[in-house]
């Protein structure tokens, strides 16, 4: 098998931020494995670094194996990563190139994706995801009303302004969602780790009264212990694991939160999201998928414990842009592929 990377750079309409950082572009790292006349495709939201861990370390560790033997693959990588460290840049480098060869791998036997998985659901529930804390009152009511046209049944957007300053605001703002969302849509909030775990305790007794069932890494996702403080003093599910990168990562966070976020981008790829949503499963919690709706589609589909995927702003904009195939809303849902592979192929540059 062979490696070939390529990074893209999308700059933002306007400056974005959530609770604890701010970004004008979207930088996403493609790689591509190429085998027996066939190409897979994956890619991760990282930085250009992702390619040097490609092509000096993982190229090398998968160019004499079976692309049938996706599992052998993914245990080489992280074998020969191993005085790298195996997390951060490293995890997201290696979970490029395994969504890589589990489309490679599906694409050689004819097959969907999802279909190789085994699907558990036909269709794939997603929820509305933006509504940035640089986002004005009157932008925010247009995206609201965006995922509502789109049958978006939850909608979640950024609090934890400036590190928590800004308490107020964020509160204004989720009544805004709210009265522009109307009663039969299920309001989440992302903190990004804003806030501090009395403040997190008295922010979550607010958005309780405001009906919301959501409040994602309240605290920052590295402390379990007041992750745990909040989840004992909300009614709202308390939610993390977008930044899990390992089976370890995962059963960290699984006792003290109501349903585990993960990222196929940064959690070891296929293989990882799988893994971790069997150890989710055995703690009886829901999975939701973080970001990059597009290459989630078909392991969400495979997983039976799924609540649902997010359609975040910014990689529902630069998807259809970097590849031919990404998926599209109805009625709230997305569908897998039924093509081989997960259907998705880079666009012409």
Known sequence: MKLETATFRFPTVAPEADGTLDWDATTVVAVQA??????????TYSTAAVCDVVHDHLGPAVESLDPMNVPAAWQAMHRVCRNLGTQGLVAQAISAVDIALWDLKARLVGMALADLFGRARDTVPVYGSGGFTTTDDDDLRREVEHWAAMGCTAIKIKVGESWGAAVERDLARIATVR????????????ANGAYRRGQARRVGAALDELGVVWFEEPVSSDDVEGLAAVRDAVRCDVAAGEYAAD?????RLCPVVDCLQLDVTRCGGYSGFLRGAAVAAAHNLDV????????HVPVAAAIPNLRHVEWFADHARVEPVLVDGAPTVHDGVIRPASTPGHGLSLRPR
Do not use: K
């Open 247 to 251: 089976l370890y990562d995962v059963a």
């Open 288 to 295: 939701s998928a973080h970001c990059a709706p597009a290459l």
């Open 34 to 43: 190429h085998a027996e006349g066939t190409t897979g495709l994956g890619w």
């Open 179 to 190: 009265t522009v969302a109307g009663d039969g849509v299920s309001l989440m909030a992302d």
